[in-house]
């Protein structure tokens, strides 16, 4: 009797799978074997051998610009791509020898993280060991903190085994204190990038060219989240108990913050904040010849100031998993939908098209994130939408995504780094490899194939 169930439940998930495909149109099912068959025959590309200081191999994003460096949420999310595209293409051996590069970026990082846990944001191969940390480590940038997102991804692949962690999970640990210590205002509980080097969505306005230490990012929050709960996994497979119980508080807090902080109840979205705001004082100053404490009648009692800026990266918070389900319907409906804002043809532009910075010029240093498609902008928040139930919503963002990159491949035989958004056509840096392969992570997912998700 239970055969005859198993039987059933099998039959009726290739059913299901089937008539899932069955309805995907054939434009994009075309659209779907020149990507397969492209990224198939080029994911190889972003492998590395140890050059330089890198003395583990590595995984590169790919195009010329990015030819030998070691970056941070790049490695990460390229591995989230190539672990599908080895499930769907790869054999036994391909497993195996891809095992070492994804290793390796970790431990290349961990390799240039001291007890003070400043963790570098890239890695070249002419790197300078003894120019790798500026000279104030907490007053800018580190790597994001995705370190322990991905070793959690690549040790829940192995089952949990994180013993080729222990020896350098304590730099881990630094690396997050450092966070937790340098980077984290007391008043509301959020963490902030110290200026805008290297922050991801490089000119995103919110943080682009504002004063240092004031921006409480929902993207770098959101990070973090998630970054949080990875350390209460790591912690558990090394059978640290109490240590993953610290981290497991650490990320409920974080999410208290941000729900009290960011969440903007006018607009149904979450964004970053300012918290660039002068204290409050109880010293007494001269005011028209007389000495008072200013504004002590009535002074500020918030602490920070929502910033009302239009970037994909509110999303974030459903993709981490910090919205309630109310929430989260309100972003997809009032925000996700809109064509005058997010909502292209090809998918989620990066600034809303109503703010008025937007524009999709070429830009490098900064890259532009003021309204071109980017395609981990896309991937990101098509998680969300599959983490929330918004199937209908994340089977047309695939489908755009697919679209996108189809077009891309069958003029120039290659990727971009991003495009256009209601034309698709690409504006900068031809072979971006990189995270653009996780359109194959969306590929199996409307065709109802197994998909690969980062931690």
Request: net charge neutral; aromatic share 14%; proline share 4%.
């Amino acid at each position: 009797m239970k055969s005859i169930r198993n039987f059933l439940s099998s039959f009726c998930l290739l059913l299901y799978t089937g008539v899932t495909f069955a309805q995907i149109p054939d434009s994009i099912k075309t659209n779907i074997s020149i990507i397969r068959q492209q990224v198939f025959s080029d994911y190889k590309g972003m492998f590395r051998k140890p050059v330089g200081i890198l003395h583990q191999p590595f995984i590169t994003p790919g195009s010329n610009a990015y030819a030998n460096d070691l970056w941070d949420w790049d490695s990460w999310l390229s591995n989230i791509a190539l672990r599908q595209i080895l499930e769907d293409h790869g054999s036994a051996g391909d497993k195996s020898e891809a095992v070492m590069y994804e290793r390796g970026c970790i431990l290349n990082y961990l390799d240039n993280t001291g007890f003070d846990g400043y963790m570098p944001i890239l890695i070249a191969k002419n790197s300078d060991p003894a120019k790798m940390k500026p000279a104030n480590i907490y007053r800018t940038n580190m790597h994001k903190p995705v370190i322990a997102q991905h070793a959690a991804f690549l040790t829940k692949i192995n089952h949990g085994d994180a013993e080729w962690l222990r020896e350098k999970f304590s730099l881990m640990q630094a690396f997050i204190n450092n966070y937790e210590s340098h980077h984290r205002n007391r008043a509301t509980g959020l963490y902030y990038w110290q200026d805008d080097l290297a922050i991801g969505t490089d000119n995103d306005p919110s943080t682009f060219f504002r004063p240092n230490g004031s921006s409480g990012s929902i993207f770098l929050n959101c990070l973090m989240y998630k970054e949080l709960n990875a350390m209460v996994y790591l912690a558990g497979c090394l059978k640290l108990t109490d240590i993953a119980a610290e981290y497991s508080k650490d990320a409920e807090n974080l999410k208290l913050a941000v729900q009290k902080n960011c969440w903007d109840e006018k607009d149904g979205y979450f964004y970053s904040v300012d918290l660039n705001l002068k204290p409050v004082t109880e010293q007494p100053t001269t005011i028209f010849g007389q000495e008072m404490i200013l504004h002590s009648g009535f002074p500020r009692n918030y602490d920070c100031l929502i910033q009302r800026i239009g970037t994909w990266s509110g999303f974030m918070a459903m993709w981490a998993g910090i919205a309630t389900p109310e929430q989260a319907k309100r972003m997809v409906v009032e925000n996700l939908e809109d064509k005058r804002t997010f909502n292209a043809q090809y998918g989620i532009r990066t600034l809303s098209k109503l703010e008025k910075m937007y524009s999709v010029r070429a830009s490098n240093n900064p890259s532009n994130w003021l309204g071109p498609i980017w395609g981990i902008s896309n991937y990101m928040t098509f998680r969300g939408l599959v983490k929330y139930g918004f199937k209908d919503q994340a089977k047309q963002l695939a489908f755009k995504t697919i679209m996108l990159f189809g077009k891309d491949y069958k003029k120039n035989a290659a990727l971009h780094e991003y495009y256009e958004p209601d034309t698709g056509e690409p504006i900068l840096n031809k072979g971006f490899q990189n995270w653009n392969y996780l359109v194959i992570n969306m590929i199996d997912y409307i065709n109802g194939e197994p998909v690969i998700e980062e931690f």
